[in-house]
Protein backbone atom coordinates (compact mmCIF):
# COMPACT_ATOMS: atom_id res chain seq x y z
CA UNK A 1 0.00 0.00 0.00
CA UNK A 2 1.14 3.55 -0.90
CA UNK A 3 1.99 5.92 2.00
CA UNK A 4 -1.25 6.54 3.46
CA UNK A 5 -1.92 9.56 6.01
CA UNK A 6 -2.73 9.03 9.48
CA UNK A 7 -6.68 8.22 10.43
CA UNK A 8 -7.09 6.86 6.39
CA UNK A 9 -10.90 7.61 5.35
CA UNK A 10 -12.57 4.73 3.96
CA UNK A 11 -15.84 3.21 3.04
CA UNK A 12 -17.12 -0.62 4.40
CA UNK A 13 -18.38 -1.46 0.59
CA UNK A 14 -21.60 -0.43 -0.80
CA UNK A 15 -22.40 2.54 -2.40
CA UNK A 16 -25.93 3.36 -3.56
CA UNK A 17 -26.65 1.87 -6.83
CA UNK A 18 -28.20 4.34 -9.37
CA UNK A 19 -31.74 3.63 -11.37
CA UNK A 20 -30.01 2.75 -14.48
CA UNK A 21 -27.23 0.43 -12.49
CA UNK A 22 -30.64 -1.19 -10.59
CA UNK A 23 -32.22 -2.04 -14.11
CA UNK A 24 -29.64 -3.62 -15.58
CA UNK A 25 -28.83 -5.51 -12.69
CA UNK A 26 -32.63 -6.68 -12.86
CA UNK A 27 -32.60 -7.16 -16.65
CA UNK A 28 -29.41 -9.30 -16.42
CA UNK A 29 -30.82 -11.63 -13.80
CA UNK A 30 -33.86 -12.31 -16.18
CA UNK A 31 -31.95 -12.33 -19.34
CA UNK A 32 -33.17 -9.45 -20.93
CA UNK A 33 -29.43 -7.71 -21.00
CA UNK A 34 -26.03 -9.14 -22.56
CA UNK A 35 -23.61 -9.13 -20.63
CA UNK A 36 -21.61 -6.70 -22.58
CA UNK A 37 -24.66 -4.17 -22.20
CA UNK A 38 -24.56 -4.59 -18.50
CA UNK A 39 -21.00 -4.19 -18.19
CA UNK A 40 -20.94 -0.60 -20.21
CA UNK A 41 -24.00 0.77 -17.54
CA UNK A 42 -21.37 -0.77 -14.55
CA UNK A 43 -18.78 0.82 -15.71
CA UNK A 44 -20.10 4.07 -15.92
CA UNK A 45 -21.28 3.63 -12.36
CA UNK A 46 -18.07 2.51 -10.90
CA UNK A 47 -16.81 5.71 -12.35
CA UNK A 48 -19.27 7.75 -10.76
CA UNK A 49 -18.44 6.36 -7.27
CA UNK A 50 -14.74 6.64 -7.70
CA UNK A 51 -15.22 10.01 -8.25
CA UNK A 52 -17.56 11.27 -5.73
CA UNK A 53 -15.48 8.95 -3.11
CA UNK A 54 -12.17 11.25 -4.30
CA UNK A 55 -14.09 14.50 -4.08
CA UNK A 56 -14.93 13.42 -1.13
CA UNK A 57 -11.59 12.68 0.18
CA UNK A 58 -12.06 9.50 0.81
CA UNK A 59 -8.51 7.68 1.00
CA UNK A 60 -8.94 3.77 0.56
CA UNK A 61 -11.76 3.95 -1.99
CA UNK A 62 -13.99 1.01 -3.69
CA UNK A 63 -16.27 0.24 -6.53
CA UNK A 64 -18.99 0.19 -4.94
CA UNK A 65 -19.60 -2.72 -5.19
CA UNK A 66 -22.13 -1.35 -8.18
CA UNK A 67 -21.97 -4.70 -10.32
CA UNK A 68 -23.45 -7.33 -7.13
CA UNK A 69 -26.55 -8.14 -6.57
CA UNK A 70 -25.98 -7.81 -3.03
CA UNK A 71 -23.17 -8.22 -0.64
CA UNK A 72 -22.86 -12.00 -0.52
CA UNK A 73 -25.46 -13.35 -3.11
CA UNK A 74 -23.19 -12.43 -6.28
CA UNK A 75 -21.03 -15.41 -5.59
CA UNK A 76 -23.81 -17.17 -7.59
CA UNK A 77 -22.85 -15.65 -10.28
CA UNK A 78 -19.57 -16.86 -9.96
CA UNK A 79 -19.32 -20.11 -8.08
CA UNK A 80 -20.52 -22.96 -10.07
CA UNK A 81 -23.51 -25.14 -7.66
CA UNK A 82 -24.85 -22.04 -6.54
CA UNK A 83 -27.79 -20.83 -7.52
CA UNK A 84 -29.64 -17.39 -6.82
CA UNK A 85 -32.54 -17.57 -4.96
CA UNK A 86 -35.27 -14.52 -4.02
CA UNK A 87 -36.51 -15.29 -0.17
CA UNK A 88 -39.51 -15.59 -1.58
CA UNK A 89 -38.09 -18.69 -3.56
CA UNK A 90 -36.63 -20.02 -0.61
CA UNK A 91 -39.89 -20.78 1.18
CA UNK A 92 -40.79 -23.60 -0.87
CA UNK A 93 -37.21 -25.42 0.77
CA UNK A 94 -36.82 -24.16 3.72
CA UNK A 95 -37.94 -26.47 6.93
CA UNK A 96 -39.54 -24.44 9.38
CA UNK A 97 -41.88 -22.45 6.24
CA UNK A 98 -44.11 -20.87 8.47
CA UNK A 99 -41.45 -19.24 10.98
CA UNK A 100 -39.28 -18.37 8.38
CA UNK A 101 -42.09 -16.16 6.75
CA UNK A 102 -43.08 -15.19 10.12
CA UNK A 103 -39.26 -13.74 10.33
CA UNK A 104 -39.14 -11.75 6.92
CA UNK A 105 -42.44 -10.02 8.06
CA UNK A 106 -41.18 -9.24 11.43
CA UNK A 107 -38.13 -8.06 10.03
CA UNK A 108 -39.42 -5.49 7.33
CA UNK A 109 -37.24 -7.54 5.22
CA UNK A 110 -39.25 -7.51 1.11
CA UNK A 111 -39.18 -11.32 0.28
CA UNK A 112 -38.92 -10.97 -3.19
CA UNK A 113 -36.62 -8.27 -3.20
CA UNK A 114 -33.38 -10.03 -1.25
CA UNK A 115 -31.63 -12.47 -2.94
CA UNK A 116 -29.76 -15.39 -1.60
CA UNK A 117 -27.29 -17.79 -2.54
CA UNK A 118 -27.63 -21.57 -2.12
CA UNK A 119 -26.12 -24.78 -2.82
CA UNK A 120 -26.98 -26.62 -5.34
CA UNK A 121 -24.25 -28.71 -6.74
CA UNK A 122 -20.60 -29.44 -5.76
CA UNK A 123 -18.61 -25.57 -5.86
CA UNK A 124 -16.41 -24.48 -8.38
CA UNK A 125 -14.76 -21.05 -8.60
CA UNK A 126 -15.57 -20.85 -12.30
CA UNK A 127 -14.80 -17.33 -12.70
CA UNK A 128 -12.97 -14.86 -10.01
CA UNK A 129 -15.48 -13.34 -7.64
CA UNK A 130 -14.20 -9.84 -7.48
CA UNK A 131 -10.42 -9.76 -9.13
CA UNK A 132 -12.16 -8.86 -12.54
CA UNK A 133 -13.90 -5.61 -10.78
CA UNK A 134 -10.56 -4.90 -8.96
CA UNK A 135 -8.49 -4.63 -11.89
CA UNK A 136 -11.37 -2.15 -13.73
CA UNK A 137 -10.96 -0.22 -10.51
CA UNK A 138 -7.06 0.21 -10.20
CA UNK A 139 -6.81 1.51 -14.15
CA UNK A 140 -8.58 4.02 -12.87
CA UNK A 141 -7.03 5.28 -10.08
CA UNK A 142 -3.92 5.61 -8.19
CA UNK A 143 -5.52 5.58 -4.58
CA UNK A 144 -5.68 3.02 -2.51
CA UNK A 145 -8.28 -0.14 -2.88
CA UNK A 146 -10.65 -2.06 -0.83
CA UNK A 147 -12.14 -5.24 -1.65
CA UNK A 148 -15.02 -7.15 0.29
CA UNK A 149 -15.89 -10.40 0.12
CA UNK A 150 -18.24 -12.58 2.09
CA UNK A 151 -17.15 -14.09 5.03
CA UNK A 152 -16.81 -17.86 5.05
CA UNK A 153 -18.92 -18.23 7.98
CA UNK A 154 -21.48 -15.93 6.00
CA UNK A 155 -21.41 -18.35 3.39
CA UNK A 156 -21.38 -21.59 5.01
CA UNK A 157 -24.14 -20.95 7.18
CA UNK A 158 -26.54 -18.96 4.40
CA UNK A 159 -26.02 -20.92 1.35
CA UNK A 160 -26.51 -24.76 3.01
CA UNK A 161 -30.44 -25.20 2.37
CA UNK A 162 -31.14 -28.98 3.54
CA UNK A 163 -33.35 -30.68 0.86
CA UNK A 164 -31.07 -28.87 -1.89
CA UNK A 165 -27.36 -29.47 -0.50
CA UNK A 166 -27.51 -32.44 2.06
CA UNK A 167 -26.90 -34.87 -0.38
CA UNK A 168 -23.57 -32.76 -1.81
CA UNK A 169 -22.52 -31.96 1.27
CA UNK A 170 -23.69 -33.68 4.33
CA UNK A 171 -22.65 -31.29 6.75
CA UNK A 172 -21.47 -27.46 7.29
CA UNK A 173 -18.07 -28.62 7.67
CA UNK A 174 -17.87 -30.71 4.48
CA UNK A 175 -19.27 -26.90 2.77
CA UNK A 176 -16.92 -25.31 4.76
CA UNK A 177 -13.69 -26.75 3.50
CA UNK A 178 -14.72 -25.81 -0.16
CA UNK A 179 -16.25 -22.34 0.71
CA UNK A 180 -12.23 -21.65 2.41
CA UNK A 181 -10.47 -23.13 -0.67
CA UNK A 182 -12.53 -20.64 -2.94
CA UNK A 183 -12.21 -17.39 -0.97
CA UNK A 184 -8.03 -18.07 -0.23
CA UNK A 185 -7.78 -18.42 -3.82
CA UNK A 186 -9.93 -15.03 -4.47
CA UNK A 187 -7.48 -13.74 -1.60
CA UNK A 188 -4.16 -14.63 -3.32
CA UNK A 189 -5.28 -13.41 -6.81
CA UNK A 190 -6.69 -9.87 -5.39
CA UNK A 191 -2.72 -9.70 -3.49
CA UNK A 192 -1.31 -10.62 -6.65
CA UNK A 193 -2.80 -8.16 -8.61
CA UNK A 194 -2.17 -4.96 -6.15
CA UNK A 195 -4.83 -5.12 -3.88
CA UNK A 196 -4.45 -3.03 -0.73
CA UNK A 197 -7.31 -4.31 1.53
CA UNK A 198 -9.47 -7.50 1.48
CA UNK A 199 -12.37 -7.18 3.93
CA UNK A 200 -14.15 -10.30 4.96
CA UNK A 201 -17.92 -9.59 5.98
CA UNK A 202 -19.49 -11.80 8.98
CA UNK A 203 -22.44 -9.52 9.60
CA UNK A 204 -24.46 -12.78 11.03
CA UNK A 205 -21.23 -13.11 13.70
CA UNK A 206 -23.73 -10.84 15.63
CA UNK A 207 -26.69 -12.49 15.54
CA UNK A 208 -24.82 -16.07 16.99
CA UNK A 209 -23.65 -14.09 19.56
CA UNK A 210 -26.71 -12.58 20.88
CA UNK A 211 -29.13 -15.67 19.95
CA UNK A 212 -29.21 -18.57 21.90
CA UNK A 213 -28.45 -21.84 19.85
CA UNK A 214 -32.60 -21.99 18.54
CA UNK A 215 -33.27 -18.11 18.17
CA UNK A 216 -33.14 -16.76 14.49
CA UNK A 217 -32.95 -13.24 14.14
CA UNK A 218 -31.84 -12.34 10.70
CA UNK A 219 -33.16 -13.69 7.79
CA UNK A 220 -29.82 -14.65 6.65
CA UNK A 221 -29.45 -17.81 9.06
CA UNK A 222 -32.50 -18.28 8.54
CA UNK A 223 -32.47 -21.49 6.37
CA UNK A 224 -30.31 -23.57 8.57
CA UNK A 225 -32.24 -25.50 10.85
CA UNK A 226 -28.86 -26.96 12.68
CA UNK A 227 -26.95 -25.04 14.90
CA UNK A 228 -24.42 -25.19 17.62
CA UNK A 229 -24.14 -23.62 21.00
CA UNK A 230 -23.12 -19.68 20.33
CA UNK A 231 -19.49 -20.54 21.68
CA UNK A 232 -19.18 -23.51 19.06
CA UNK A 233 -20.39 -21.73 16.19
CA UNK A 234 -18.35 -18.31 16.80
CA UNK A 235 -14.90 -21.29 16.91
CA UNK A 236 -16.25 -22.48 14.08
CA UNK A 237 -16.65 -19.49 12.78
CA UNK A 238 -13.05 -18.17 13.84
CA UNK A 239 -11.43 -21.73 11.95
CA UNK A 240 -12.98 -20.58 8.79
CA UNK A 241 -11.68 -17.27 8.50
CA UNK A 242 -7.99 -18.36 9.81
CA UNK A 243 -8.16 -20.76 7.17
CA UNK A 244 -9.00 -18.47 4.60
CA UNK A 245 -6.12 -15.88 5.31
CA UNK A 246 -3.32 -17.38 7.48
CA UNK A 247 0.08 -16.95 5.99
CA UNK A 248 -1.37 -14.86 3.12
CA UNK A 249 1.27 -12.07 3.31
CA UNK A 250 1.69 -8.87 1.42
CA UNK A 251 -2.14 -7.76 1.49
CA UNK A 252 -3.84 -6.17 4.38
CA UNK A 253 -6.81 -8.58 5.85
CA UNK A 254 -9.92 -7.60 7.66
CA UNK A 255 -13.09 -8.79 9.16
CA UNK A 256 -16.35 -6.60 9.32
CA UNK A 257 -19.26 -7.25 11.75
CA UNK A 258 -21.47 -5.53 11.99
CA UNK A 259 -26.04 -5.79 12.90
CA UNK A 260 -27.58 -5.90 9.53
CA UNK A 261 -27.90 -2.97 7.42
CA UNK A 262 -31.54 -3.49 5.70
CA UNK A 263 -34.02 -1.27 7.04
CA UNK A 264 -33.77 2.46 8.18
CA UNK A 265 -35.96 1.27 10.55
CA UNK A 266 -33.51 0.89 13.61
CA UNK A 267 -35.75 -0.83 15.47
CA UNK A 268 -36.31 -4.50 13.65
CA UNK A 269 -31.68 -4.49 13.60
CA UNK A 270 -30.00 -6.41 16.22
CA UNK A 271 -28.56 -4.35 19.08
CA UNK A 272 -25.74 -5.35 21.78
CA UNK A 273 -21.79 -4.51 21.74
CA UNK A 274 -19.28 -6.53 20.70
CA UNK A 275 -18.08 -7.74 24.18
CA UNK A 276 -19.27 -11.20 23.61
CA UNK A 277 -17.29 -11.33 20.38
CA UNK A 278 -13.70 -9.96 21.72
CA UNK A 279 -12.46 -13.33 22.53
CA UNK A 280 -13.13 -14.56 19.24
CA UNK A 281 -11.62 -11.42 17.63
CA UNK A 282 -8.60 -12.46 19.80
CA UNK A 283 -8.08 -15.36 17.93
CA UNK A 284 -8.78 -14.35 14.64
CA UNK A 285 -5.61 -13.67 11.86
CA UNK A 286 -6.78 -10.59 10.27
CA UNK A 287 -5.01 -7.11 10.67
CA UNK A 288 -8.23 -4.72 10.87
CA UNK A 289 -11.60 -5.39 12.77
CA UNK A 290 -14.53 -2.93 10.78
CA UNK A 291 -17.17 -2.54 13.38
CA UNK A 292 -20.39 0.03 13.85
CA UNK A 293 -20.19 2.49 16.65
CA UNK A 294 -22.00 5.20 14.93
CA UNK A 295 -25.08 4.17 16.95
CA UNK A 296 -26.22 3.32 20.32
CA UNK A 297 -27.31 -0.08 19.44
CA UNK A 298 -22.98 -0.38 19.55
CA UNK A 299 -21.97 -0.40 23.35
CA UNK A 300 -18.70 1.16 24.23
CA UNK A 301 -15.69 1.40 22.56
CA UNK A 302 -13.87 0.60 25.32
CA UNK A 303 -14.98 -3.16 24.63
CA UNK A 304 -12.02 -2.86 21.98
CA UNK A 305 -9.16 -2.48 24.52
CA UNK A 306 -8.57 -6.21 25.03
CA UNK A 307 -7.54 -6.26 20.99
CA UNK A 308 -3.57 -7.26 20.87
CA UNK A 309 -2.01 -4.34 19.97
CA UNK A 310 -0.88 -4.65 16.50
CA UNK A 311 -4.42 -5.16 15.32
CA UNK A 312 -6.19 -2.30 13.54
CA UNK A 313 -10.03 -0.57 14.22
CA UNK A 314 -12.00 0.64 11.22
CA UNK A 315 -14.05 2.46 13.09
CA UNK A 316 -17.82 3.21 12.21
CA UNK A 317 -18.20 7.00 12.83
CA UNK A 318 -20.92 7.18 10.12
CA UNK A 319 -24.90 5.95 10.26
CA UNK A 320 -25.62 4.71 6.39
CA UNK A 321 -29.20 4.80 7.15
CA UNK A 322 -29.92 8.00 8.34
CA UNK A 323 -29.87 11.44 6.08
CA UNK A 324 -29.00 13.98 8.80
CA UNK A 325 -24.94 14.32 8.12
CA UNK A 326 -22.69 13.93 11.31
CA UNK A 327 -20.84 16.76 12.12
CA UNK A 328 -16.79 16.42 11.90
CA UNK A 329 -16.97 17.03 15.46
CA UNK A 330 -19.32 14.14 16.44
CA UNK A 331 -16.58 12.00 14.36
CA UNK A 332 -13.67 13.02 16.06
CA UNK A 333 -15.32 12.54 19.83
CA UNK A 334 -15.61 9.18 18.69
CA UNK A 335 -11.99 8.72 17.53
CA UNK A 336 -10.95 10.66 20.38
CA UNK A 337 -12.18 7.94 23.20
CA UNK A 338 -10.10 5.09 21.10
CA UNK A 339 -7.21 6.76 20.69
CA UNK A 340 -7.20 7.14 24.68
CA UNK A 341 -6.35 3.57 24.49
CA UNK A 342 -5.40 2.63 21.09
CA UNK A 343 -2.49 4.22 18.86
CA UNK A 344 -3.27 6.63 16.43
CA UNK A 345 -1.62 4.73 13.93
CA UNK A 346 -3.75 1.89 14.02
CA UNK A 347 -7.25 3.82 13.63
CA UNK A 348 -9.18 4.21 10.35
CA UNK A 349 -12.54 6.00 9.92
CA UNK A 350 -14.96 4.06 7.99
CA UNK A 351 -19.23 4.35 8.00
CA UNK A 352 -20.61 1.84 10.00
CA UNK A 353 -21.62 -0.30 7.05
CA UNK A 354 -21.98 -0.08 3.14
CA UNK A 355 -25.10 2.16 1.35
CA UNK A 356 -26.14 0.02 -0.80
CA UNK A 357 -26.14 -3.25 1.15
CA UNK A 358 -28.73 -4.85 -1.37
CA UNK A 359 -29.22 -3.42 -4.88
CA UNK A 360 -33.04 -2.86 -5.03
CA UNK A 361 -33.37 -1.45 -1.33
CA UNK A 362 -29.92 1.19 -1.13
CA UNK A 363 -30.35 2.09 2.44
CA UNK A 364 -29.65 6.28 1.22
CA UNK A 365 -28.61 8.15 -1.75
CA UNK A 366 -25.48 8.44 -3.33
CA UNK A 367 -25.59 12.58 -2.68
CA UNK A 368 -26.12 12.01 1.31
CA UNK A 369 -23.21 9.22 1.02
CA UNK A 370 -21.07 11.79 -0.24
CA UNK A 371 -21.81 14.13 2.39
CA UNK A 372 -21.04 11.56 5.23
CA UNK A 373 -18.00 10.55 3.23
CA UNK A 374 -17.03 14.10 3.08
CA UNK A 375 -17.55 14.61 7.01
CA UNK A 376 -15.24 11.67 7.94
CA UNK A 377 -12.54 13.43 5.56
CA UNK A 378 -13.40 17.10 8.20
CA UNK A 379 -13.09 14.84 10.92
CA UNK A 380 -9.49 13.23 9.46
CA UNK A 381 -8.02 16.43 9.05
CA UNK A 382 -8.75 17.98 12.47
CA UNK A 383 -7.36 14.39 13.67
CA UNK A 384 -4.05 14.85 11.65
CA UNK A 385 -4.04 18.67 13.11
CA UNK A 386 -4.03 17.63 17.06
CA UNK A 387 -1.63 14.78 16.03
CA UNK A 388 0.83 17.01 14.50
CA UNK A 389 0.54 15.50 10.76
CA UNK A 390 -1.69 18.08 8.66
CA UNK A 391 -2.20 15.87 4.80
ZN1 LIG B 1 -22.20 -4.12 7.67
Not at 183 to 193: F, G, K, Q, S, W
Not at 332 to 354: I, Q, V
Amino acid sequence: MGSLPLFPVTVVGSLPRSKPMQDALRKRQSGRMTEAEFQAVADVAVRECLNMQIAAGVDIVSDGEQRRDNFYSFVAEKVEGVRLMSLADMLEYVEDKAAFERLLNALDVPAFAIKNPVVVGKLRRARPLALDDFRFLKNLTDRAIKVALPGPYLLTRSMWVKSLSADLYPTKEALGEDVTRILREELIALRDAGCDIVQFDEPVLTEVAFAGPHATHTFMCAALSEKSSPEAELSFAVDLLNRVVEGVEGVKTALHVCRGNWSRNESVLLQGAYDPLIPYFCRMKVRQFVLEYATERAGSVEALAALPEDREIGLGVCNPRTSEIETAEFIAAKARSLLKFRPAETLYLNPDCGFGTFADRPVNTLETAAMKLRALHDAAQVLRAEHGRGA
